[in-house]
């Protein structure tokens, strides 16, 4: 916008664009900065080590993740023709609510369900004098 008489540049106050992040190094960064609030990883990644990291880091930083059908899926909604990876940082006022929907659901189905812990340790009668000392006094479960 240019005022007539002199010239001058009047910069427009626009609001910044809401896209759909995607590609595999930006979503990374995006985690670990931990600006991400939902992201989809496609099934059919070829070579798999790409995105089979993906889960353990989005648990660690406390990020929602969902497993989608297809990467010719996740490349409709970023224009291209596949992406293995979308990132949802930052959405409408108006679809606010939606998205909390489907942190709600992925949390549900995704992250939460894998969190089980393997290997409890249980020490014999033979090896808990070794581990814990002879002095301590000791429970054991008979």
């Keep these: ?18 896209y759909a992040k995607y590609g595999l190094n930006h979503v990374v960064a995006l985690v670990e900065a931990k600006k991400a609030a939902l992201v989809a990883i496609a099934h059919d990644v070829d070579p798999i080590e790409l995105v089979i990291f993906l889960p353990a880091l989005f648990r660690k930083m406390g990020i929602s993740y969902i497993i989608v059908k297809g990467k010719a899926r996740l490349g409709t909604v970023v224009h291209k023709k596949t992406a293995a990876v ?50 301590q006094r000791l429970l054991v479960r008979r």
């Design 1 to 18: 916008m240019r005022v007539p008489s002199q010239g001058l540049r009047i910069p427009s106050i626009q609001k910044k664009p809401i």
């Design 86 to 135: 979308v990132a949802l940082q930052e959405v409408r006022s108006e679809d606010v609510r939606e998205l909390a929907t489907l942190v709600s659901a992925a949390k549900a189905n995704f992250s939460d369900k894998n969190s089980i812990v393997y290997g409890v340790v249980v020490f014999g009668l033979t090896s808990l004098p070794t581990c814990f000392g002879s002095g």
